[in-house]
């Protein structure tokens, strides 16, 4: 077997790996924000009904619906420009470079849900069991 086969064998079951990981990596900031777990990653005031408030629930919706596999194109689509929108109001006013201001994290989870979005769940999701 050779190389290209075998990443052509492994390349959805990555695809769904990276979509899980992604998910939980983003549920983690919604559970931070909502249900106060892990603790000590709560904004100083949060309010529910703030920006931070809305990607608190944003992130724990998509976040939970990415891990799963359920609705996946359209959770990826919403988490992508979520993720768009906190790298240009609260990253990109403090400097051009990522590295800098501090926002490369939204911008990688920017394209990592939008290529999601665009490549979809993989075969380990609810989406692929329903097409069955």
């Not at 790996?17 to 005031?45: C, D, E, W, Y």
């Amino acid at each position: 077997m050779n190389l290209d086969t075998l990443a052509a064998a492994w390349a959805p079951r990555l695809l769904s790996m990276l979509r899980i990981m992604s998910g939980l990596l983003l549920l983690q900031h919604g559970t931070g924000k909502l249900l106060k777990f892990p603790a000590g990653v709560v904004p100083a005031n949060f309010n529910l009904m703030s920006m931070p408030g809305y990607a608190g629930i944003i992130e724990f919706v998509c976040g939970i619906l990415l891990v799963v596999g359920l609705f996946s194109r359209p959770a990826a689509f919403v988490a992508s420009g979520m993720t768009a929108v906190a790298y240009f109001m609260v990253h990109a006013p403090l400097g051009f470079y990522p590295i800098l201001n501090k926002g490369e994290l939204a911008a990688l989870y920017c394209f990592v849900f939008l290529y999601l979005a665009a490549a979809g769940p993989g075969p380990w999701s609810i989406d692929a069991a329903r097409k069955k």
